[in-house]
């Protein structure tokens, strides 16, 4: 059903994953609604299947964004603050950035400094005072490691298949927070939710099957 909800405008693209209850959640709705991802793709960018933003990167299917921002909408409160590691062309941080408010803090973090550029010039085609305001910032670094100096996140995306679950992404969720984060390798891999509690305790738990380009180093990424 995912893969039929391809639309000829965004506010099409939205509608036809509402009627695949693809999308449940009011503030999921109501954010991918505000954030048109014609902004954010140059190719196709209301079919729902992955496009290429350049550099082996690619921007997910509208069905994964809203997956993800389903599974993370109860950390996406007003006020929250979220990190988007591998943000490529900055659509799903302007997405967290609208469901967190004006007092909340998205950060986006890309190893390739092209796309970070990319990502601010997006950005400020669709919503340039989130730039302004500072309630989404784009950062150049591995985002295998986090984003230390923002930390600690009410939720962490991640939008490339990491080969572990990489402590010093959790080590940066809040207590209590949610990670919504693809792991695998060529020969299989699936997203995993990661809870911490208000204790710190650390629960995980496979949601489904995927196929993300790999969370790597710069270089890897260029050449892959």
């Not at 993370?72 to 967190?100: H, I, N, Q, R």
């Not at 930390?151 to 990491?162: Q, T």
Request: with cysteine.
């Amino acid at each position: 059903m995912a893969w039929r909800c391809s639309g000829v405008s965004n506010q099409d693209l939205i509608s036809r994953m509402v009627q695949a209850k693809l999308i449940l959640t009011p503030s999921v709705k109501s954010a991918m609604l505000a954030v048109d991802r014609g902004h954010y793709s140059r190719f196709k960018p209301y079919e729902d299947s992955p496009q290429t933003i350049g550099y082996n990167s690619t921007i997910s299917a509208p069905h994964m964004h809203a997956a993800a921002l389903e599974s993370l909408a109860p950390f996406l409160f007003p006020g929250a603050k979220a990190l988007d590691v591998g943000s490529g062309s900055g659509y799903l941080t302007v997405c967290m950035a609208e469901m967190v408010g004006p007092e909340g803090r998205a950060v986006g973090v890309e190893h390739i400094p092209e796309l970070v550029e990319l990502a601010i010039k997006n950005t400020q085609k669709d919503h340039p005072e989130f730039l302004q305001d500072d309630r989404v910032a784009f950062h150049a670094a591995d985002g295998r490691v986090g984003f230390p100096r923002d930390a600690p996140y009410d939720c962490i995306h991640v939008g490339a298949a990491a080969y572990e679950l990489h402590d010093k992404l959790v080590e940066q969720l809040k207590a209590p927070g949610r990670m919504f984060i693809p792991v695998g390798d060529k020969s299989g891999q699936a997203i995993y939710v990661v809870d911490k509690d208000k204790d710190g305790n650390i629960t995980k738990k496979k949601a489904m099957d995927v196929w993300y380009v790999p969370l790597t180093d710069v270089e890897h990424q260029r050449h892959q």
